[in-house]
């Protein structure tokens, strides 16, 4: 009977972690019903919005140039130091559970050669804008966010669900003093003023 009792109450906190906008916790305790690729199509440029990463590049965006059963192909770019970067990456996409799906967890490396772990904990319905849970194997903090934004949705921002949603998550691991943004308008505008230095894969 203690068995089936602590099934239930397990059953009963991932219902209302996923339902609920309780912030995440991590670690892929909850199977959230957002699928990366759904997100990446139709391909179109993704920007990262606002991020609880500590670091100095701003213009980041993704585009999606193959995707195939577990694997996807995406291509970064970014500015550092009024510079201009871009580098192609391979991600492994999978459920976060083990099931066939959704696939809601991407694995790949960054342009500094970390291994990320990025797990979709909130999409707005139409999946123009997402909230992302970033697991890092060396940096510190090991865990952020980042509030990603598809192209077409820029003019009008980031939906009011995906912004809670983003500031629950920050807030609740203390980490909304790195909080930053990321994109401004100059970066549209800017983006094809200098050649982008191509970093290794």
Sequence with gaps: ?????????????????TVSGEPYIGGGRVDHPYDFVQFFDPPEKIWTYLSSWKADFTCERHIMKNISGGTVVLQTN???NNKKYNYTT?????NVWGRSSPLNKMSMYDYSG?????EIVYASSNYTCAVLYVER???????TFDLLVKKSQLSEGPSADCIRNYDENISARLIGDTNRTVYN??????????????LAD
């Design 185 to 198: 308008e100059k970066c549209r505008r800017s983006k094809k003023t200098r050649k982008a230095h191509q």
């Design 78 to 80: 970014f500015t550092l």
């Design 1 to 17: 009977m203690a068995g089936l009792w602590s099934a239930a109450i397990f059953i009963l906190v991932v219902f209302c972690a």
């Design 114 to 118: 970390d291994y990320l772990n990025k």
């Design 90 to 94: 391979k991600g492994t996409l999978r």
């Design 137 to 143: 194997k060396e940096g510190r903090p090991s865990v």
